[in-house]
Every structure is written in C-alpha cells, then in structure tokens.
C-alpha cells in the first residue's frame, strides 16, 4: 500500500516457533483430520494459523489504521479512551507500563467496538474520528462481522470437543449482546529497538479468541515448560508497521494466513483445557 512503511525480510537466523496451520473452510465443513488439528493447537500451544477465513477487508483496515494514527495528536486525544474501563477509542503511547522498572510503552491504538460497528450508524458507546467513522460502513463493519463469524464458528467446534451441550459456549458469544469485543489498529515505531525493548509486555488475552492480522514480525511465544521466548515468523517481503485484528471478548504471518490464539476466557470456560498461552511484541 502506498505510504506505508516496509521492513526487511524476516531474518532466517532467529528462533522460532511452529504454528499448526488449520484450514477454516475444512473446519467449516466438519473434516474430523481438520478438527483434531484445531484441537491439538487449541489445547497445546494456544496458537495457530488460519487459512482461507474469508476476511478480506484487512487492507482497507490497515489503510485505516494509517489515516488514524496520521491525524494531529490533540484530534486523536478527543477520542481517548475514558476512564471507566472500557478500552473504546484511542490509546496513545506511554499510557501503559511494560515491566517493573517502569518502562513505558510505544505503541498507539485505536479500538472500534463490535457493539458499535455493528449498530452503525447507531451509537452504542462512544463517538470516533472521522478517519473510522468513514470507513464504517464499507470497511470496519464487515470485517468485524466476518471476524465474529470466523471465531463463532471455531467457538462451535471446540464446545463440541471439550463435550459441552450444543451450543452451551455460544450463549457466552451472543453478537448481539453488548461486549468488550474490539476490532484494533495497533501502530508501533518503525525504528529498530533492542530485544529487551517491548512494545507489548508479556501477556495473556482476557477475551475468548484473538483473530489477528500482523504485519510487524515482533509476535513472541513462550512454548509451555520452557524459558524462552520464539517469535512468530511472518511474511517473507517487507510490510507495514500496522497490525489490524479483531479480539473476541468475549501476525499476517505467512500470506493469506491470520493467527488465532485462545485468550483467559475460553481458557475459564473449559476448565484449563484449552490453553491461554503467554506471549509478548518485541
């Protein structure tokens, strides 16, 4: 896309971690061989790959993503996020602290609330720039409908697996039902920090399922029963800075591929079962 900044390849001299890559279009259809992928991913490492989710309003997020963040900092503070808890809205940089010496973070974001989206031109809870708000209907709206689709779906097989009554983890994901669900731009620095330098500390997700589109190459795991961290390979050809992703409350990392990762929530809900595994952006 024009104007945005690019990297180098990913380097081929780093640690990195396997992901198993599971087709959605065979989960869709009930293929027992897809399913038990999807389950080994779900319950061991927590991430996987996903291809053919028929998601392709990524760029246009992107592109959103980069107007957002392009804007004056004094326009993007009138849409900060508030004070009472909800994460809707623009987060600037330095507003979280990463690690107990007190560092602060780099990244900016801009949250766009499923309940918003959805009932767009309605608004829910909050207003939003301009730069969101014109993209609404062509852009965020069916991204975050098709994200809610692909993670329904996923929702559906493994409440099967873990042997639930039908449909007993959808009524927790009801769309219609107001959530924390966000569909997030996160724009980070583009230029080169030392590995202890994080843009987004260690941690779990809080949601149900993470759908995320990354473009950076910083995504690390930390594989279970071991120290130390692996990254997340990502696309071969420099890309930009923007990752665009939908977080189930509940990185593109080969071509055409979104990583999912089973956040605290599903984690709760199946009894440890289904595996919240640690991660962090260097």
């Known amino acids: ?37 999807l389950w080994k991913a779900a319950t061991e490492l927590g991430f996987w790959y996903l291809k053919n989710h028929g998601v392709d309003e990524i760029d246009d997020m992107f592109e959103m993503g980069q107007e957002t963040m392009s804007l004056p900092l004094e326009e993007k503070r009138k849409f900060e996020q508030g004070l009472e808890g909800a994460s809707f809205g623009y987060k600037g940089t330095g507003s979280q602290v990463l690690d107990e010496r007190g560092s602060r973070d ?19 809870h909050r207003t939003y720039p301009s730069t969101v708000t014109e993209r609404m209907e062509a852009t ?23 042997g639930l009554p039908q449909g007993t983890l959808a009524e927790f994901h009801q769309a219609h039902e107001h959530s924390g669900c966000i569909a997030r731009v996160i724009r980070a620095p583009p230029h080169p920090v030392p590995e202890e330098k994080l843009f987004l500390s260690a941690h779990t997700d809080y949601g149900s399922l993470s759908f995320l589109h990354n ?4 995504l690390q795991v930390l594989p279970p029963g071991s120290d130390r961290w692996f990254y997340v390979k990502v696309r071969e050809h420099g890309a930009p800075t923007y ?9 593109q990392p080969l071509p055409g591929h979104a990583v999912c990762n089973i956040g605290d929530a599903l984690n709760i809900f199946s009894g440890g079962i289904l595996r919240s595994n640690i991660h962090r952006v260097v």
């Open 1 to 37: 896309m024009p104007g945005l900044t690019t990297h180098p390849p990913f380097p081929d001299d780093i640690p990195t971690h396997p992901l198993l890559i599971i087709d959605y279009q065979l989960v869709k259809a009930r293929d027992q061989d897809e399913i038990d992928k």
């Open 106 to 124: 780099v990244t900016e974001f801009i949250n766009v609330s499923k309940d918003d989206a959805l009932a767009w031109p309605t608004l829910v």
């Open 215 to 218: 473009r950076l190459g910083g």
């Open 140 to 162: 965020i709206k069916p991204f975050v409908e098709k994200s809610l689709a692909v993670n329904h779906s996923l929702i559906d097989v493994l409440n099967d697996k873990l």
């Open 243 to 251: 990752e665009a992703h939908i977080l189930k409350s509940s990185p």
